[in-house]
């Protein structure tokens, strides 16, 4: 029996937009069993009732906490759906039995402990089809609210490498979750069948394919593509590596800016290139779509260029510390700067696009 009935209360100083009752809330084992959510102008109100009975400790001091869990669903899909920060301030939790009701804690929040600090800023807007997935309970729903809680530090971030961080780790969750079915899911393969998926689905990309329009090939060309060659092409590597580079780096591609950037960058490995028996293949590919005939544009190429390849290339050296720090700098907005603000500017746009298309993945 459910016998004790938890009442939460969480209200925000600013105005909620997202008014509605969802009375369907499944939670962790809860088999038929359903909490109540209801979204007002300023506050949520959950019920939840449970057979056992918890201490504030057992609630605030465990994430696997059903109770825990549902407040942070709550959270999640009211900051993701209001695209905003509305300045929480309290968190009120009452037990109610049919005889007692007991004061089971009080949190109070201040500018210092924010879920989110900052403003959230998206040009796109979720509707609820995108996210009310996020308030099941199922590997699909988990993956998504995982992904959503990076995604909201990252978009609500001022500092520029802690945002390029959440947003890669946004995107690369997506690229799992898009590779789910390979029983080989591992990062490259995931970034290989996102690759994939953007290319083959443009109709889900119109803002990327808008932001991307407008690069130019000196744009393109400003990024570091002669380290990224480098590092992932070693001189000396296996014949394996060089035919990834013909089949996946060129032959893959076929927008002009790529085409010119693939041209220009070749003497970086043309020796090993040719060692191989590739350069043939290569030179071929890169002469026929330079001619003015054969010359294209295409958007999510290079989406998948600057994303799938470009920002985990500079993820992992930064990351792995291969690099300075990108933060000790005694030059502000320097061209790294400059150029990971670019970075954000398409990964923001592109993670977005790609939780609205969620379900498609």
């Excluded at 968190?91 to 109070?108: D, G």
């Excluded at 802690?162 to 898009?178: I, M, N, P």
Aim: aromatic residues 12%; contains cysteine.
């Amino acid at each position: 029996m459910r016998t004790n009935h938890y009442h939460i209360k969480i209200t925000f100083s600013k105005r909620n937009s997202l008014v509605c009752r969802i009375g369907n809330v499944p939670y962790k084992n809860s088999g038929t069993f359903r909490d109540s959510f209801i979204f007002q102008p300023k506050e949520i109100n959950i019920v939840a009732s449970r057979s056992s009975i918890y201490d504030k400790d057992a609630i605030l001091n465990n994430p696997s906490n059903s109770i825990y869990q549902q407040i942070a669903k709550a959270l999640l899909y009211c900051y993701a759906m209001n695209l905003s920060n509305l300045q929480l301030c309290s968190i009120n939790i009452v037990r109610k039995t049919a005889r007692k009701e007991e004061q089971v804690v009080t949190l109070l929040y201040d500018k210092k402990t924010q879920p989110i600090d900052g403003t959230i800023t998206s040009p796109i807007s979720f509707n609820d089809g995108d996210l009310s997935i996020l308030l099941q309970e199922d590997d699909k729903a988990e993956k998504l609210r995982n992904i959503l809680s990076h995604w909201l530090k990252g978009m609500s971030s001022t500092e520029r490498y802690y945002k390029f961080e959440r947003l890669w780790r946004t995107f690369e969750q997506l690229s799992f979750y898009s590779n789910r079915t390979d029983a080989d899911n591992k990062e490259f393969n995931a970034l290989r069948k996102m690759r994939s998926f953007l290319i083959a689905n443009p109709q889900y990309f119109t803002n990327t394919e808008h932001l991307l329009s407008a690069m130019t090939y000196d744009e393109l060309r400003k990024f570091h593509w002669r380290e990224l060659i480098l590092n992932n092409y070693p001189r000396g590597g296996k014949i394996g590596v060089y035919e990834g580079y013909k089949n996946y780096f060129v032959l893959a591609n076929t927008d002009n800016r790529i085409i010119k950037l693939l041209d220009e960058t070749l003497v970086f490995r043309q020796n090993e290139l040719n060692s191989y028996g590739f350069i043939g293949d290569i030179q071929n590919h890169i002469t026929h779509y330079m001619q003015a005939e054969y010359l294209q544009t295409n958007n999510m190429q290079l989406a998948a260029l600057l994303c799938c390849k470009y920002a985990y290339f500079l993820r992992n050296k930064i990351f792995h510390g291969e690099v300075v720090d990108k933060t000790f700098s005694f030059i502000p907005n320097n061209n790294d700067d400059v150029l990971i603000d670019k970075l954000n500017t398409i990964l923001e746009i592109i993670t977005t696009e790609l939780i609205s298309s969620y379900n498609n993945l």
